[in-house]
């Protein structure tokens, strides 16, 4: 993994509303500098930031960066903002790996008006790259903004509790969930049962 070295995801969003770059699945295409047009495939990576409900890290985890195949091949799942491990859990800052002269190009183009949001007015912040050596220092990580939560009013008023056959109080009955909203919910619980069983 020479020449590599990882860019969160926080930091590939701003390039991309700076007009920097465009970033569709895995590739970065460049928009400007001396690499205008040059695309880069980045690998999806994660950096351990802390761990979750346990003490000590028995798989040496922290401060490193491992690509998302390796951690398959360890045996890990990646969750979101997590990884679980064996019976611990990390918190992790989502990204990728990328060679050197891509972050570098990417981090020294112009910011291009034409494809810049409306939000992003502010110059941007210093690429949050980590080498993956040890000994290095990892810079701070910045995190993304996050969006308030849609408000969402119901279609109709919920049946009484006569109509349902159920107890008051008791969740209404729930209709089948699409396919990847069903894998998700069930990979929250059992983060959400995993968390709470060593918390406990």
Not at 77 to 106: C, K, T
Not at 144 to 172: E, I, N
């Amino acid at each position: 993994m020479a020449g590599l070295l990882f860019v969160s995801q926080a930091m590939i969003d701003s390039w991309a509303d700076q007009g920097r770059i465009d970033f569709v699945g895995n590739v970065m295409t460049l928009h400007s500098g001396e690499g205008r047009g040059r695309s880069y495939a980045l690998d999806p990576a994660v950096r351990f930031l802390a761990l979750l409900g346990a003490e000590t890290d028995p798989h040496q985890l922290l401060k490193k960066v491992k690509s998302v195949a390796q951690l398959r091949e360890l045996g890990a799942e990646v969750i979101d903002a997590s990884v679980v491990h064996g019976d611990v859990a990390y918190e992790v800052e989502p990204g990728y790996l990328a060679e050197v002269s891509a972050l570098q190009a990417a981090a020294t183009a112009k910011v291009d008006p034409a494809r810049a949001g409306a939000t992003r007015a502010a110059p941007p912040a210093p690429p949050q790259a980590a080498a993956l050596r040890p000994g290095i220092p990892v810079a701070p990580r910045v995190a993304p903004p996050v969006p308030p939560p849609p408000v969402r009013a119901p279609a109709q008023p919920p049946p009484a509790p006569a109509a349902t056959g159920k107890a008051p109080g008791a969740p209404p009955p729930a209709g089948p969930l699409p396919a990847n909203l069903e894998g998700r919910r069930k990979e929250a619980e059992e983060l959400a049962r995993f968390l709470l069983d060593k918390l406990s």
